[in-house]
């Protein structure tokens, strides 16, 4: 059976492992600090839990932007490629919508990569609308 529960410290480096999943190198020491930061009302790490580890993990928090009313954006979820597939994904999700609706929020957006087919399906499966696509830029800002 999957549990599905609020990150802690400990679950820090099976989080970072399957963030390399997604594309993104973090570190566990990174994450421990994103899970200290985390307050219930700004945000939430879920983790999945299989008979002795992590399988999976969505990290939802509260946007608020001029335009729009505040709403959920779901920062990243990923499910280890062996467990996909297997209603992991749909449960990490609805543990987000019910954090999202538990604060208040009427709305809950993702962005996912344009190469993520599968993603795509997988949001659409659940509800989700696409609303537009976009480019996202970044620029490095110098320390000084």
């Given at each position: 059976m999957v549990e599905i529960r609020r990150a802690?410290?400990?679950?820090?480096?099976?989080?970072?492992?399957?963030?390399?999943?997604?594309?993104?190198?973090?570190?566990?020491?990174?994450?421990?600090?994103?899970?200290?930061?985390?307050?219930?009302?700004?945000?939430?790490?879920?983790?999945?839990?299989?008979?002795?580890?992590?399988?999976?993990?969505?990290?939802?928090?509260?946007?608020?932007?001029?335009?729009?009313?505040?709403?959920?954006?779901?920062?990243?979820?990923?499910?280890?490629?062996?467990?996909?597939?297997?209603?992991?994904?749909r449960r990490l999700l609805e543990a987000a919508e019910q954090w999202a609706s538990a604060a208040g929020l009427t709305a809950i957006r993702v962005r996912s990569n344009i190469t993520r087919t599968h993603a795509h399906l997988f949001y659409e499966r659940r509800g989700f609308d696409v609303e537009k696509t976009s480019y996202t830029f970044i620029k490095q800002l110098d320390d000084t």
């Open positions: 802690v410290r400990d679950d820090a480096p099976r989080v970072a492992q399957l963030a390399s999943d997604l594309g993104y190198t973090t570190t566990p020491e990174s994450v421990r600090a994103a899970i200290d930061r985390l307050s219930s009302e700004e945000g939430a790490l879920f983790v999945a839990g299989g008979d002795e580890r992590l399988i999976g993990w969505i990290h939802v928090y509260r946007s608020r932007v001029i335009q729009t009313e505040p709403f959920a954006s779901v920062g990243g979820l990923v499910v280890d490629p062996l467990s996909r597939g297997a209603g992991v994904g």
